[in-house]
């Protein structure tokens, strides 16, 4: 027995062990889908490796008594992960990219976007309201949204209805929803619904003639900033908008380029894999720099319009009350 037990012990001390992969992420249960569906995809592509899920909490899952735009932080949702990943206590995490700040820390990337669920956000409503639209909700009712991009456009389009900042994650919103007789409705990311299995409590898709979605984190919390984007025939279509606090005021306009991906990939050994703190080996530069041109080519057209002015009266009247 000992000597076998002695071969047993020799042969695994020869064998490699796997390499283990930390992967940071929120506590949340919506994070931690979306944690498991990239760990998952990661195994099946790298067989060779492990991979561990180190889940914590952010300062934006904390305070929950406060308007995100009222908070003043950056990064709420990401900090204590962006320290964990400069400590070497993670080595890689999972974000939505709507929570990522507008620019990245030194020496941090974005190595990859996975493919995108639908964009668009959605009313789930009291069940007293089922059935019905945010246009036919009786006058003065109480939509609970934590967004002021969201809210500044659907006071713009929905001016009989009532716009309350609402926290927690989604379960916490559902039941201040269900339980609370204070919200008709809220507004939720319909992917954040559709990953949670919750598709049946969606009331109404909000199509970008209604509210347009956000794009990454520009602008912050403090300030509504939304866009539309599409393809047809090799042409990016992207539009973009500012609002006032009341959505009264606005700001909004479209332009495109030609998207050319070839079959193959033309970039150089030496080009920069880098382009608006994402990293796409295997994407081709051309595109990527149209894309990103595009958009800088609209936000200064958006500010030689006014957009600023705007924006400006937004941060100071969100800061002041």
Same mark, same amino acid.
């Given at each position: 027995?000992?000597? *076998?037990?002695?071969?047993?012990?020799?042969?695994?001390?020869?064998?490699?062990?796997?390499?283990?992969?930390?992967?940071?992420?929120?506590?949340?249960?919506?994070?931690?889908?979306?944690?498991?569906?990239?760990?998952?995809?990661?195994?099946?592509?790298?067989?060779?490796?492990?991979?561990?899920?180190?889940?914590?909490?952010?300062?934006?899952?904390?305070?929950?008594? $406060?308007?995100?735009?009222?908070?003043?932080?950056?990064?709420?949702?990401?900090?204590?992960?962006?320290?964990?990943?400069?400590? *070497?206590?993670?080595?890689?995490?999972? %974000?939505?990219?709507?929570?990522?700040?507008?620019?990245?820390?030194?020496?941090?990337?974005?190595?990859?976007?996975?493919?995108?669920? #639908?964009?668009?956000?959605?009313?789930?409503?009291?069940?007293?309201?089922?059935?019905?639209?945010?246009? $036919?909700?009786?006058?003065? #009712?109480?939509?609970?949204?934590?967004?002021?991009?969201?809210?500044?456009?659907?006071?713009?389009?929905?001016?009989?209805?009532?716009?309350? #900042?609402?926290?927690?994650?989604?379960?916490?919103?559902?039941?201040?929803?269900?339980?609370?007789?204070?919200?008709?409705?809220?507004?939720?990311?319909?992917?954040?619904?559709?990953?949670?299995?919750?598709?049946?409590?969606?009331?109404?898709?909000?199509?970008?003639?209604?509210?347009?979605?956000?794009?990454?984190?520009?602008?912050?919390?403090?300030?509504?900033?939304?866009?539309?984007?599409?393809?047809?025939?090799?042409?990016?279509?992207?539009?973009?908008?500012?609002?006032?606090?009341?959505?009264?005021?606005?700001?909004?306009?479209?332009?495109?380029?030609?998207? %050319?991906?070839?079959?193959?990939?033309?970039?150089?050994?030496?080009?920069?894999?880098?382009?608006?703190?994402?990293?796409?080996?295997?994407?081709?530069?051309?595109?990527?720099?149209?894309?990103?041109?595009?958009?800088?080519?609209?936000?200064?057209?958006?500010?030689?319009?006014?957009?600023?002015?705007?924006?400006?009266?937004?941060?100071?009247?969100?800061?002041?009350?």
């Amino acid at each position: 027995m000992s000597g *076998n037990g002695n071969a047993a012990a020799t042969a695994e001390e020869d064998t490699p062990k796997m390499r283990v992969i930390r992967v940071g992420t929120r506590k949340s249960q919506l994070a931690r889908i979306q944690t498991d569906g990239v760990v998952a995809t990661l195994k099946a592509l790298y067989p060779g490796l492990q991979f561990e899920i180190i889940a914590m909490s952010t300062t934006g899952d904390k305070i929950l008594d $406060t308007a995100l735009s009222k908070i003043g932080e950056k990064s709420l949702f990401t900090k204590e992960l962006e320290h964990a990943l400069e400590r *070497n206590e993670v080595d890689l995490v999972v %974000h939505s990219l709507k929570d990522l700040p507008t620019v990245l820390p030194p020496g941090f990337t974005i190595g990859a976007v996975c493919r995108r669920e #639908s964009p668009y956000d959605a009313v789930v409503f009291h069940p007293k309201f089922v059935g019905k639209t945010l246009e $036919t909700l009786p006058e003065k #009712s109480v939509v609970g949204t934590s967004s002021l991009r969201r809210a500044a456009q659907l006071q713009r389009k929905f001016p009989h209805l009532e716009f309350k #900042s609402i926290r927690g994650n989604l379960n916490t919103r559902l039941q201040k929803l269900d339980e609370l007789q204070e919200f008709s409705a809220i507004i939720l990311a319909a992917a954040g619904l559709q990953r949670m299995g919750w598709q049946n409590r969606v009331g109404q898709i909000l199509h970008p003639e209604e509210c347009m979605y956000a794009v990454g984190q520009e602008g912050g919390c403090s300030v509504p900033v939304a866009v539309h984007t599409a393809i047809k025939d090799g042409q990016l279509y992207l539009t973009g908008g500012v609002w006032s606090l009341n959505g009264a005021e606005t700001m909004q306009d479209t332009m495109q380029t030609t998207i %050319h991906v070839p079959v193959q990939h033309e970039d150089g050994p030496e080009d920069d894999p880098q382009l608006v703190g994402i990293t796409a080996r295997n994407i081709p530069r051309q595109p990527q720099l149209a894309a990103e041109n595009l958009g800088i080519s609209l936000a200064t057209l958006l500010l030689n319009k006014g957009a600023k002015n705007i924006l400006d009266v937004a941060r100071q009247l969100n800061e002041a009350h």
